[in-house]
């Protein structure tokens, strides 16, 4: 599999190893196999709803450092569903994806992919999310 992406900002690794955060949790589904991940998206697709898939490893600090800011984000966006794959789990996945480092994010919609963000940066996580929200909200008859 790819590299861990070493972009972190904002918290102490040590202290976040620590304190045991998790990759999933919350409104967060952890994906471990291929079926799950179809019938996570096709749930996504049949109710219309955004998908950030968070494609991360077990020993990667930059994922365990975001893992609490992605379930912070799972909480504020109910209505998107938010998925982490293990790399190592799903690799044939992974490479589907084209993910070459961890942690990466992909934001799908209809099952395509809308957006990707390479690193474990907080404030460019929210914000990309904040943006696919807004634009497909858009896009959206309400």
């Not at 019938?39 to 365990?64: H, M, Q, T, Y």
């Amino acid at each position: 599999m790819g590299s861990c992406c070493s972009v972190c900002t904002g918290y102490n690794v040590d202290e976040v190893h620590q304190e045991g955060h998790h990759l999933a949790g919350g409104n967060v589904h952890l994906i471990k196999t291929m079926d799950g991940w179809e019938e996570k998206l096709s749930e996504a697709i049949k109710d219309g709803k955004i998908v950030v898939a968070n494609f991360s490893a077990s020993w990667c600090r930059p994922c365990l450092v975001i893992a609490p800011a992605y379930c912070d984000l799972a909480d504020k966006y109910p209505s998107i569903v938010f998925l982490t794959v293990d790399v190592d789990v799903l690799a044939e996945l992974s490479t589907s994806w084209d993910i070459k480092a961890t942690p990466t994010f992909v934001f799908l919609k209809d099952g395509r992919q809308v957006d990707k963000l390479v690193g474990g940066n907080k404030p460019e996580l929210q914000k990309k999310t904040a943006a696919v929200v807004a634009q497909l909200a858009t896009k959206s008859p309400s």
